[in-house]
T-cell receptor, first 114, second 113 residues
């Protein structure tokens, strides 16, 4: 069973609308949680990184939240644009020193339509 | 800076053939890694390296070899390709530190027939 579960698997939203993506994880202990954006045919690009002590982190129209007690994170996209069409991946990192110990979710595919 | 570069972008192999996927970075990062991405699954770590001369296995290392003779390069070798190795392969690099941010290459789409 994947230790990082994302929902929904995919969603379609109208340009200009907001949406929220969910990430539940069971990785423990963990160092930080990241959200990546992956455009079709490209490698993932980091949007936000939050340590276990942070509750929220913003990057432009992207806002990530983290509840380390319930092991849940969300990514909120505000006023969506066509360029937001991509896969959004939640990644949980094990503690510092655990090189290569990233747990990736399967991603949420977002399609923004005009 | 070019960042992380990968070659080739696409490759088709026949079962049993061998090949090397190339990865290079110009950011002087200590850490480099190889992942595979399959539909409906998260990226899975194949091998990684924390510096020249040092490599270690990830989650799915079978059928793949790596070496790290320089800081810049981290090639991935498929010894005898199998259809199960059809996937998209990503190389990533990062600097040692608290957050350990990783930067991904553009990927290599490999098909094994």
């Amino acid at each position: 069973k994947n230790q990082v579960e994302q929902s929904p698997q995919s969603l379609i939203i109208l340009e200009g609308k907001n949406c929220t993506l969910q990430c539940n994880y069971t990785v423990s202990p963990f160092s930080n949680l990241r959200w990546y954006k992956q455009d079709t045919g490209r490698g993932p690009v980091s949007l936000t990184i939050m340590t276990f002590s942070e509750n929220t982190k913003s990057n432009g129209r992207y806002t990530a939240t983290l509840d380390a007690d319930t092991k849940q994170s969300s990514l909120h996209i505000t006023a969506s644009q066509l360029s937001d069409s991509a896969s959004y991946i939640c990644v949980v990192s094990r503690p510092v020193g655990s090189w290569g110990k990233l747990q990736f979710g399967a991603g949420t595919q977002v399609v923004v339509t005009p | 800076n070019a960042g992380v570069t990968q070659t080739p972008k696409f490759q088709v192999l026949k079962t049993g053939q061998s090949m090397t996927l190339q990865c290079a970075q110009d950011m002087n990062h200590e850490y480099m890694s190889w992942y595979r991405q399959d539909p409906g699954m998260g990226l899975r770590l194949i091998h990684y390296s924390v510096g020249a001369g040092i490599t270690d296995q990830g989650e799915v290392p079978n059928g793949y070899n790596v070496s790290r003779s320089t800081t810049e390069d981290f090639p991935l070798r498929l010894l005898s390709a199998a259809p199960s190795q059809t996937s998209v392969y990503f190389c990533a690099s990062g600097r040692q530190g608290q957050i350990h941010e990783q930067y991904f290459g553009p990927g290599t789409r490999l098909t094994v027939t």
